[in-house]
Structures are given as C-alpha cells and as structure tokens.
C-alpha cells in the first residue's frame, strides 16, 4: 500500500485555497465535464465508483443520490455536512482550511447531478478559520462564473450559503442538522421520511460529508476504474487518514483505504520515543477500541466491521501505556452527555447517569459492582435511543471492559491520575515518555 | 457591564441575513451569533429582536438560543477562552492546561475575569486532535499548546500585543469572530498561516518516499 | 325538532393483515402498531404518544420487537403494514427488557414525591412504575434538582424535576392551539420546558397542557394541591361558557367542584377544550343566591320561605294586568328555556320574551327563525374540517367560539381549508388559521360580501355581532342562497341556539313555529292542552322594545332571567327600565346588581345542581346530568312551574324527563317559515377628523360575569390594547405604545395604543376587559362612531 495524495496533493502551496492555485492543479475541469454530461450520467460514474460516505455511516454515495425523486416539481436542496465534532475527527475542517475549492467544486457537480439550484454548507461555529477559507472560495467561485446564474453556460444555476452552526454535535446527524439550518433546535427527526424525500424545508434533500464531496471532481475527472483502482471492492478509492495521539507525526494522511494501521502508523512516524501502543480507535470515540493486535487490519469498511469496530470518520486516536483508559472513557462519556439533545429518554437519562458513575471511577471511588451497572445501563441505551448519538454513547465503556477491566477494578481504589500521572501521559516534553 | 443596545442598523442587518435563506427562520442561528456579536450575549433582548423579525415567539427563539454552546445567556468577556478536555486534548495536555489557566485567571467555566478580558470555558473537540492540545481565543486555534506557551499567550492579550492564531487570524475580540458566524466575511481569509506540519505530514512523507496516487488512463 | 346525528364513519381504507402477540389483527391501512394493539386490548406504555398529536418517539418507552428488525422500535411512530410481525412486552422478553430500561430512565431523575403530587393516583407514570418499574433502585449518585415550582403563567405551573420530557405540552401548544409560548429549552439531561423571559403562557388552551402531562410536572393554580383524584366524583357534563358544546368531565368533592376537564368527544372537542370551560366555574361559589327574597312594603329585600315568594311574585305578576315581559340571557339550559316560553305565553299570554341579552336587531330575529331556527345540522365541526372554501362574517373564531378556531386551525394544518375573514384586521387567531382577512369597516359588510368572489359550496360562519350593523345578516342569507353555501350563525353562549329551537323570541314559538301562523298556534296548543286561539297571535317586543316600552310605562311587571345586566347592549337603559316598572321577578344563581332591583329574587340551579341540555351552534344537543345532587337547588323551570300553578294554570313540567318528553313532541315545523331579512345597508359611518368608527367583540377572557371567582384565570387575559392603522393613528398624531382615549358623549376609555395593519378610520378595543368596557361605558356597539385622541391624562 502507499500514500495517495489526490485531497491534499497540493496542500502545501501557498496559496492552496485560492483559486488559480486549485485551478493551476486542474480544478474545476472536472466541472466543465460534468456539466457536459447529464444528471443521471453524473450520479453514474458516482455509484459506479464505489465512493462511500466520508462522515462515519459508510453509506454509497451515488446511491443517496439516486434516491432524490426527479421531476417532482419541489426544488432539491443539497446540505454539506461540514459540523466536523466526532472526538478524534480532524480531518473536513482542514481540508476546509487549505483546499475549500475542491468541495466548493465536489458540490457544483453533486447539485447538477440531484438537479438542487441551493446548496448550504453547514460548518459547525467553532472554526471561523475554515468557515472564512469556505466563504472565500465560495465568493471566488461566484466571481468566476462557477456559482450563480447559467454556470458555464450550461443553463444551471446554483447558489451556496455557508452557514455557521452554534456548537452542538449532535447536528452531525443528518436530521438534526436539518432542523438546525431550519433556525430550530438540533434535534433529530423521526424517519421515514427521509431526507432524500423530505429534507430541507420538506424538500428532497441530499446530505453529504465534505470530504465525500471533495472527492467526487477527481472521480468524474479520472473515471470511476481510476477510483477503483485504490482500497478494495468494498471500500474502493482513497481517505483521508487522520491519525493523532502519541504518535512523532500526528497528522493527515491520505493513503488508498485498506493501507493496515500499522502502515499508517510508520507514516505518522510511529509512536513517540519510549512509548508502546496501549489502545487505539480507528474512526471517532463512537467506534470500539481496538488494541496493538488489530493493528494489521486493513483500514476498511467491511474489515474493521469484522473485527467488532468500524472506520467510522477514519481518524485513529493512538494511546501508549501511559493512558489511564478509565479517564479517556469517562471524558467521552462526559462528551456523550453534553451533546445528548435530551430528544430521547436512554440518551438523555442514560449519559447522565454513566458519566455520573464513571466519574466516581476516574476518582478511584467506584464500587466493583458499579461495573455491571453501567455495562447494563449502555445497554439500555444502545439499540433504544433515538439516534445513533445515544448507541456511540454506549460504546466506548464496553469496548473498554472489553481489554482492560482489570483497569476499571483498580479504579475502585487508585484515582486515574494516581494509576497513570498526567505528567507522563502529556506531550508537553517532545522528547518522549 | 453594560449591554449594547440593538440599533436599528442591526435590524437591517438581521433582516439581510434572513433574506439570505428560501426560509427565513433559516437565519436563526446566524442572527444569533450576531445580536451576541452585537451584546456580548445573547440576551432577552437579543431574542426579542430575533422572535420579531422572524416573526416567531420569544419562547420559539429561546429553545434555539439555548440548546447551542455556542450562545452566552451572561456577558462574555473581550476575549473568549476556550481549553478542550475531551479526551485527546485532556491526556495530551489539555487537564494541565485548564488547571494552569483557572488558577492563573482565577476564574472557571464559564467565567469572566473582573476586569472583563477574559470569559473561559471548557470546551469540547475541536476537530484539532492532530494538534492537540488545542486552545481557542475567540475560537481561533491555539494549536499544540503547553503551559510556557500558554502563560506567553495570556500575557500578550492582557497587554494588547498581536497574537498570531496557528490557524486562524491575529487575534481581534469574541465580537469580530461572532461577525463572521452571522455570515459576514471579514475578508481575512488570508490571515490564516500556511498549512502546518500536521496537515502536511502525510505529503511530506509522500514526497520523501516518491507515493503518488495512480495516474488516470489516459493522463499524461 | 331535527337534531344532528353523527355522521357515520365510512371507512373506505383498504385494511391490512398483521400478526400481533401471535394474534392476527386487521386495521385500515396507516394504523400505527400502539393503536392496532390496543384494539385488540394490549396497552403498549407510552409517555409522548398522543393520538392527537403528531407521533416523535421521543420517550421510547413504547418500544416493541418487529420481527426482521434488530432493533426494538417505537410501536408509536410505526403503522402496521401487511404481513408484519410484532410482538410487545407480553410475548417479548426484547420488547418487556426495552420497556423496562426506559421506565429506570425515566425514574433515576424523578422525585419520590408522589404522596404529595397533584398527579398521584392518575400518573401514567406512577402506574406504569407498578407494572415495568423495578422495587429497588439502582440509581446512588445525586439526582438532578430544579428550584419549583416555575410560574409559566398565573395559571400553570412547572415542577420540573417531575417532567419526563415527553413534550406533549410543547406539541400541544404549536401543533393543536398556535401558541408556542412553552418550548422545550437546554439540551441534553438540563432539557426543561420553560418560557421566555418576557412573556408568559397566556394560551387560552394552556389547561390542556396539565390534563395531558403524562406526569406531575404541570398543574394549574386552580386546583394544585386541592385535592385528590382518588377523593373526586366525577361525572360528564356540558360547558355552559360558549356555543363550541364542549364534553366535560366535572370533578367534585364534598359538592364543590374541585375541577373540570376536557372530555373525549370526537364530534365536537375530540381532545380538547379552552380555559374559559376549564378554569371559570369560580362563579358556583361566588354570592350565591340561596333563599327566596320578597322587597317588603318599606323597600327591604327579606328573606321568604317559597310558597310565600312563589305567592308574592304570582300576586305580583297578576297585578301587572297583562303588562308583564320575560327579559333573559343567552345561558339557559334548552329545558329552562322551554319553560320560560311556555309559561310566557301560556301564564303572562305574551309573546314579549327575548334572550338576547346584547347587540341586536329586528332584522335579527326574522334571520334566526328564517335561517336558525330548526335548521340544526346544516354545518358540522366535521363539515368545516374537511372544507374547502369558508368565510367568516362578524365572527373571531379563537375568541368567540374556540372549538370552532381548533377545528378550523386543525384544517388549516392539512391545508385544505381557505379561509376568508370579513373583519377590520388580522386577528392572531385568524392569523393562525391561515385566513385572508378583506379588510372591512364596521358596516361595510353587507358591501363587502356582496362583493366578495365566494365559491361555490362555501361555508359561511356569521357570528352574533352580525346583528349590530344592519344589512349584514340580509346579505348573508342573500349570498349563501347565490353561492349555495351552507350559512351557520355562531351564537357566543351556550343556551342560545337552545333558545331560538323552543321560541324564547318575540316571534317564534318551540319548533320554529311562527307565532303569527294559525296552524303553528294549534300545533302548539295541542301539546300545551290549550286552543291555539289561546296563544298570542301577535309577535311581541325584542329586548329592546321592552326595555322602551318599560320606560314608557307600557310594560309593568318584568320577569328577569340568566341575565348580567352588564351584557345588555345598553345596560344604562336597562337599569333604568328595571327600576321604571311596579314589579320585578328575578331568577338568578347570583346576588348581583339586579338581585337588589327585584321585588321577588328567587334562587335557582346553576348547571352543576341540575341536568340539563345546551343545543351548540351546530344544533347538536349536548344533554348534561346533575353533578352535585344534594343541594335543593330547583331549576327555572320548577320554579315557573310553581308560579304558574300558583296563578292558575296547569302547567306541567314538574321534572326534567316531563320537559323531554314534551319538547321531543314538537318535530319539525313543515309550514311556512318567518319570511327571510331584506334589509338594506346602509354602511358604514361617515367620519371625519378624529371621529372613527369602533369595532369591538369580547374576548374569550374577559370580565364576564360567569368568569368571576378565578383570579389565577384572569392573570392570563390578553392585556388591553387600542387597534388604529398607521395611517390614523398618524392623522391624530397618535404614537404606538402611548395611551389613547376612545370617547362618545357617554364616556370615555383609555387604553395603549397598538398600530397594526388594518382598515383606516376603524378603532378597534375590546368590549370587556379592565378598562375597556365598551357597554357600560360608552354603551356603543360595533359600527358606532367614537372620538379618539391623546390620552391616560
């Protein structure tokens, strides 16, 4: 396996978000091509390619599209879901940053294809970086013709809005951040029907990751063998790798999916000096753990759903020994509880009393049997909640228990930070452990 | 402290960004973030405003108000500081940080310092964790911070000095940033700094070991 | 008479077959999975299902296993389709295990307050603990606590410890009644309903949001902590406030009425009902009347036992010599009604007897017993949920019929229904029902409709105040007949519509009978045992004629019934025709101003100690029994009866059934009916410089007499305001927000002036609240001129 910078193959110039760089690079000839052929050929080469959703679901993107009903006589909307909040997700908002034309342009060519005339970028509040980046490339696009009235000439008009979110995670979930680009509280919605049917201002609505839109210009462009070429049948083309945690070379790396852990792994330059790698999570704090044993399983869809976990966003978080896992499961709890909506009742009760008990344990104040409660309370939780906040919620502890229960027993007695003192676990001598 | 009143001004410009949406109630959000641009807060005032142009209900706008982070309902402070905690960020350095930061400031959550320089806040992931731990002044990025660095950073914005963001701009006030969340483009996109090593990382060592991703049929 | 019968549902859905509990059950298509269970008699718990409301799955206590579904799902948001299996927490350890881990849920944060909680004894909550909650609890770290109670209003309150979130309230109050003044607020475990800073619940369906709260979490002022529910009687009664007919269920204890609530009828109020019906009924114990009075010779009301009262008002009514009219209000029950006419024309041989105790006319009357009277029927709350096409004349549905707005409201939502409204502007409740408002001035509504593009099969709702400008009712009919849409006329109080059917009016007798027909004399005197020649043959005064003719001593003796002086549409006039006469006879639940006046005051029944029967606009009779029976109250129709024997005549009517036995012997009138209005308009005033023309209606709250005794109620009234357009407001240099006067050569009111858009040279204030008493103070009516300027000096 290699690296395949296609996103990010030309990060490092300068003026990589502006346009005559991404221009200089070839952008926006996928365009010219696309607007060339028809909407159907469009979603075509899509689905052909395999491409899958770049947000955690996996879902194939050029089927989502083709469920937008045609000729319905409602407009179509296409919403980018750029609210980037998954605890280890670090990758949309950067793509954001350095190279917003490739999604200004992965957009253009998904709305010509759902035949939307509005399109809205949904970027969650905190990063005003990315956001400006965004309405630049936005305002640039206009300017030359790319957005508006009659693009290219080919009678397609289409008009984006960024649109800042107001810290909430759980307008992640495609509903929910329709409700919330609709002014009201980031709620999910009951489903059917769903957003393809009903989205939008009732409309059909497609909702795309950023990094799934960003990918399409280069898969019209190259064909969708091209995209195949790179990962597996099942999860074909290439990702954007986000690797963080003690690691000498935190960062992004765009490999073909299926490059191993351990690949990845050399690339982030291993794990820092003197430091072994204890657990690791390869998409989000809403996927299960893993350990150095998984650590040659292909990155892909179909082979960490075998091992018990899932890619989710594809950003793996790697710990060393001196993580107490007892106080990385209680911050994610902590995390899980802050952003429940409240909408439904586990969710809402369930993270609330978790936490409330988990964080007796990162104080070395658990009870033993304290440990059964809580797995039985997580499921209460998965499978029951409205959305799959409240089953992500439910993941990280038995994932935990899982490797390291004898962790969770100490913690009945030994605070995390006596068990494992922060000085150690901290990165603040980059010299190592 | 006292509030800003909400001029007529900012009624135009709530009004254009409602224009902004096939819906208006879409606008919410943004005209939010900048009655709290405007207040420091989003205050009941704030949400009359907003319940009147978008003829809504107070009660309608305040579910809104209040189920975002985002939104102060007490007067936020010049600068806004933000430490993330959630897991990255706390092992790597973020629990330290805090701790530096509440006894250096002699505030907690969701205070403000008496001199109303600066409102702190713990904070969730940012979407940064290949930087971690991450600081946020007025929600620009503070990238890999440790507590020397920190220290540095809250002494130059008690004097006024220029901070650069890692990834953001020079550092202004939470007023400006609100600004930009309501929509309205300070033109500053270039303030940003080059793409840094974490983002580069993966290139570079592309570029050391000659990977490329496989060339199309038919392209040169 | 005909009386309305329910329309039979026909139900042309195609039904499906489903296995549920290894039953196979079959429902129409679209039946969620929680209601096709519950026919076949399996209750699936649930918290935020209503079958109301729109299904959110929120509470997920409902959940069920589907088979091919890993996942238990929410059998309130499911509908059954063909085929499908489900099994609920009786045949599934999946489904049980669901339902109970939510129940823990919903427990871990809720108080152990139920030995003080209003809820206790009918909590949903409480009961389902029993059944799917666990004995112990597992929960030991600290509960989440609010400060409580919140004061959403001043009459509903929040204990939010207590919520489960559920959102039905919230729903209820956008979804069902337009009000989001509740939302649910925060996120997360700190989600709480709750209200903004500066403006409170003030909903006029806000009771409903207690009667649904699946918990303790909302109470009303009224009844919290009162008593409980295991200690009340309860028994299904009628509203007596409006003509919407609303099903009631009375609570009671130790014969005093603890609560009421809204009662399940799919024909009229389905769920619901307003707070008016819920909350008002501190008037039961407000100055009741309880003993007979007699005015002695030196001028002193005394107490009298009643044979002696029943004596003094025979003697007294016979001395009149024939001079004697039955003034009454809208109130009274279908068989006190009837007695009154009766014993009008068979005991005082006169046909002066009006109920219309407010705005009327003589162009009135000939509309209601040409187009009301006996026509029940004609329009159905079903008819005007499945409209097309309504027009609303001199009628505000939210504020003078509520249920009627809720239905109109409920059609508004499918988007069916268009709605046009001749009014002088855009009300909030018009607002909420979508309607297209033609802009009118008082008195221009005869020109207006005359005008208007109505189509074909229309429905058209005219409301009471109709009567105030003339011409309006004549165009009405006029353009119903042209457009052959339906005409129903929406009456403001309950005993009204009753009124007309059993001839409490000048010109009709019961059944819609023409007084000055022959035929319809003898009919009449069939049942009565007289000979029709015994029946007066003239039609006699309105109200306002007799109110004239006592003044100028025609009139001698009054017999005054259901009636608050302060309703008349002149109650100057009335006093003074009171006071102008030799002899009074009161009937009245109340001591209140015109107690004193009479010569006889005599105590009867309010609806809560008698059975009874309101006839709603629809004509549907909405029959009532006796809540509280130990009480010797007798009704106006026992009471007529004994006054009648004691003048000589044979009377009848000693009970309620004799009455219903003798009103169902009417049928219909198959003669000629009293000739339709033809009365032109004349339209709307002329005016000039600061004289404009008043518009004004009562607002479903307001200062009625039967809303007295229940302050927490009145905390919710909308707070009075002046209507002016801009433009007039401007052509008197009047300011938005600063106080106004609305004057004429009676009086004046002050009130702050709200600009808005709507008809220039029109105020509009309401009739009667606070300050704004447009009756007693200015003693105008609709369409009258009135100065405005700068006022509150």
């Known amino acids: 396996m290699a690296l395949t910078p296609v996103l990010t193959a030309h990060w490092d110039d300068p003026k990589s978000f502006e346009i005559e760089s991404y221009k200089k690079y070839g952008g926006y000839v996928a365009l010219k091509k696309a607007l060339k052929m028809t909407p159907d050929e469009v979603i075509g080469v899509v689905k052909d390619s395999g491409l899958r959703g770049r947000g955690g679901a996996g879902f194939p993107t050029g089927m989502k599209w083709s469920f937008v009903p045609q000729n319905d006589g409602k407009p179509h909307y296409l919403v980018v879901n750029a609210d980037e909040s998954e605890p280890g997700a670090c990758k949309d908002i950067p793509l954001m940053l350095a190279n917003p034309h490739s999604l200004i342009e992965g957009i253009i060519i998904a709305s010509y294809a759902i035949r939307a005339n509005h399109a809205f970028i949904y970027i969650r509040g905190e990063v005003p970086h990315a956001i400006r980046r965004v309405m630049n490339a936005v305002e640039q696009a206009v300017a030359d013709g790319l957005l508006g009235k009659n693009i290219q000439g080919s009678g397609f008009d289409l008009n984006i809005v960024v649109h800042a979110g107001a810290g909430a995670y759980i307008c992640g979930e495609e509903t929910a951040l329709l409700d919330s680009l609709e002014g009201r509280r980031g709620q999910p919605r009951l489903k059917p029907p769903f957003p393809a049917v009903a989205g939008l201002y009732a409309s059909p609505t497609v909702v795309n990751n950023v990094e799934t839109l960003a990918s399409v210009p280069s898969i019209v462009l190259n064909g969708a063998d091209w995209f195949k070429s790179m990962g597996t049948e099942k999860s074909p083309g290439f990702k954007l790798f986000a690797v963080s945690g003690h690691v000498n070379r935190p960062g992004i790396f765009e490999a073909a999916l299926g490059t191993p852990m351990s690949e990845l792994l050399d690339y982030a330059g291993g794990m820092r000096k003197g430091s072994k790698l204890k657990f690791w999570i390869p998409g989000g704090s809403s996927v299960p753990m893993l350990t150095p044993d998984h650590i040659d399983i292909p990155m892909t869809y179909e082979d960490l759903s075998a091992a018990g976990t899932m890619l989710g966003t594809g950003t793996p978080m790697m710990f060393d020994q001196t993580t107490s896992v007892v106080k990385a499961v209680t911050r994610w709890l902590e995390f899980y509880k802050h952003e429940s909506c409240g909408k439904c009742t586990p969710c809402r009760e369930g993270t609330f009393w978790i936490t409330g008990v988990l964080e007796k344990f990162e104080h070395g104040k658990g009870k033993e049997e304290e440990l059964a409660l809580i797995d039985d309370v997580c499921g209460q939780i998965a499978g029951r909640s409205f959305c799959a906040l409240g089953d992500a919620a439910a993941t990280p502890f038995p994932s935990a228990m899982k490797y390291f229960a004898d962790e969770f027993r100490e913690a009945t007695r030994i605070s995390a930070d006596a068990s494992f003192p922060p000085s150690a676990t901290t990165i603040f001598d980059k010299a190592g452990v | 402290m006292s509030i800003k009143v909400i001029s007529e001004e900012d009624i135009k410009t709530l009004e254009t960004l409602a224009a902004k949406y096939p819906e208006r109630r879409s606008a919410l959000l943004p005209m939010l973030h900048y009655v709290q641009s405007i207040q420091g807060m989003v205050s009941p005032a704030g949400i009359q405003v907003c319940a009147q142009v978008l003829d809504l209900t107070p009660a309608e706008v305040a579910a809104v108000a209040t189920f975002y982070t985002m939104y102060k309902r007490f007067p936020m402070g010049k600068h806004h500081i933000g430490v993330c905690t959630n897991t990255m960020c706390a092992l790597l350095g973020g629990d330290e940080l805090w701790k530096e930061l509440t006894n250096t400031l002699g505030i907690g959550h969701d205070e403000t310092t008496a001199d109303g320089l600066f409102t702190l806040e713990r904070i969730e992931c940012q979407a940064a964790c290949t930087v971690a731990p991450v600081v946020t002044v007025n929600w620009e990025f503070m990238d890999s911070m440790n507590p020397k660095s920190l220290r540095e950073l809250i002494d130059k914005l008690k004097l006024g000095a220029p901070v650069q963001s890692t990834r953001g701009i020079k550092i202004t006030s939470i007023a400006e940033t609100g600004k930009v969340l309501a929509g309205i483009n300070d033109g500053k996109y270039e303030e940003s700094p080059l793409a840094d090593d974490s983002m580069l990382a993966g290139l570079r060592v592309a570029q050391e070991r000659k990977m490329k991703a496989p060339a199309a049929k038919g392209a040169q | 008479m005909t009386l309305t019968s329910d329309n039979k549902q026909t139900n042309t859905k195609t039904l499906i077959t489903a ?61 059954l389709t063909e085929g499908m299996v489900v099994k609920t927490q009786m045949t599934s350890e999946v489904a049980e295990k669901a339902q109970a881990g939510v129940m823990e849920f919903l427990l871990i944060n809720h108080p152990l307050d139920c030995p003080v909680c209003d809820k206790g004894g009918e909590c949903p909550l409480q009961n389902q603990a029993m059944t799917a909650g666990r004995a112990e609890s597992r929960f030991e770290i600290e509960k989440r606590t609010f400060p409580k109670p919140i004061e959403l209003s001043t009459e509903i309150l929040l204990d939010r410890e207590r919520c489960v979130e559920c959102a039905r309230c919230t729903r209820f109050s956008e979804e069902i009644a337009g009000d989001p003044f509740i939302e649910l607020l925060e996120r997360g475990a700190n989600q709480q309903v709750g209200i903004a800073t500066d403006e409170p619940f003030n909903s006029y369906f806000s009771g409903n949001t207690v009667q649904i709260c699946p918990v303790g979490a909302l109470t009303s002022s009224a009844y919290r902590f009162r008593a409980r529910p295991f200690d009340l009687v309860s028994v299904p009664t009628t509203c007596e406030h409006c003509a919407s007919g609303c099903s009631l269920r009375t609570d009671y204890r130790r014969e005093t009425v603890m609560r009421r609530l809204a009662w399940e009828d799919p024909a009229v109020n389905e769920d619901w009902n307003c707070d008016k019906g819920r909350f008002a009924f501190g008037y039961l114990k407000t100055n009741r009347l309880t003993q007979p009075k007699v005015r002695k010779k030196d001028g002193n009301q005394v107490d009298a036992l009643w044979p002696d009262a029943i004596d003094f008002a025979a003697k007294g009514l016979r001395e009149a010599n024939g001079k004697v009219a039955v003034l009454l209000g809208g109130r009274l029950t279908l068989e006190d009604a009837y007695a009154y006419s009766k014993f009008a024309r068979l005991a005082l041989s006169t046909n002066d007897i009006d109920f219309r105790n407010r705005v009327n006319s003589a162009e009135e009357l000939n509309f209601l017993a040409s187009a009301v009277a006996g026509d029940a029927g004609t329009v159905t709350y079903a008819d005007l949920e499945k409209a097309e096409n309504v027009v609303l004349v001199n009628f505000e549905p939210e504020e003078e019929s509520p249920i009627i707005f809720l239905r109109l409201r409920k059609a508004a939502a499918k988007g069916k229904i268009k709605v046009l409204a001749i009014a002088p502007y855009l009300s909030r409740g018009l607002e909420k029902i979508d309607a297209e408002v033609i802009a009118t001035k008082p008195g221009d509504e005869a020109k207006v409709l005359r005008g208007l593009k109505i189509a074909k099969n229309s429905i058209i709702l005219v409301g009471e105040r109709a009567a105030a400008t003339l011409g309006t009712l004549s165009a009405v009919i006029e353009v119903a007949e042209k457009t052959e849409s339906k005409l129903a006329w929406i009456p403001r109080r309950a005993g009204e519509r009753g009124a007309i059917e059993v001839g409490v009016l000048p010109n009709l007798l019961p059944g819609g009978r023409p007084v000055i027909d022959s035929g319809a004399r003898s009919e009449v005197g069939a049942i009565w045992g007289v000979n029709g020649s015994d029946i007066p043959s003239k039609p006699g005064r309105t109200h306002s004629e007799i109110v004239q003719a006592a003044l100028n001593g025609e009139i001698k003796a009054l017999i005054i019934a259901g009636l608050d002086v302060l309703d008349a549409p002149d109650p100057q006039a009335l006093s003074e025709a009171i006071n102008s006469v030799d002899f009074v006879v009161t009937l ?45 109250a007798l009704t106006d129709a026992r009471v007529l009866a004994m006054i009648a024997e004691s003048l000589g005549h044979d009377f009848g009517l000693q009970t309620i059934e004799e009455i219903r036995q003798e009103l169902s012997s009417f049928g219909t009138w198959m003669g000629t009916k009293v000739d339709k209005p033809k009365v032109d308009a004349i339209g709307a005033r002329n005016t000039s410089g600061n004289n404009v023309i008043l518009s004004t209606w009562n607002l479903l709250l307001d200062d009625g007499a039967l809303q007295k005794g229940e302050e927490h109620l009145a905390g919710t009234q909308r707070p009075v305001v002046a209507h002016l357009s801009e433009k007039t407001a401007q052509a008197q240099q009047l300011e938005n927000g600063e106080k106004i006067n609305i004057s004429n050569d009676r009086g004046s009111i002050t009130a702050k002036l709200e600009i808005i858009e709507m008809v220039n040279d029109v105020v509009w204030i309401p009739a009667n609240n606070h300050d704004s008493k447009v009756k007693s103070k200015l003693g105008a009516k609709e369409g009258d001129v009135v100065t405005i300027k700068k006022g509150g000096l």
């Open chain 3, 19 to 79: 296995t549920i509990d290894g039953i196979q059950v079959q429902v129409p298509k679209g039946t969620l999975i929680i209601r096709a269970a519950e026919r076949m008699g399996t209750f699936v718990p649930r918290f935020c299902d209503h079958p109301s409301l729109a299904p959110v799955a929120a509470c997920r206590m409902c959940l069920v296993e589907i088979e091919g579904m890993p996942k238990p799902q929410p059998s309130c948001a499911i509908p």
């Open chain 3, 588 to 632: 009245g639940i109340q001591e209140n101003s015109l107690t004193r006046y009479a010569n006889v005051s005599l105590p009867v029944a309010p609806v809560t100690e008698k059975s009874g029967t309101f006839i709603n606009w629809e004509g549907r009779p909405r029959p009532f029994g006796r809540a509280i029976t130990s009480t010797n």
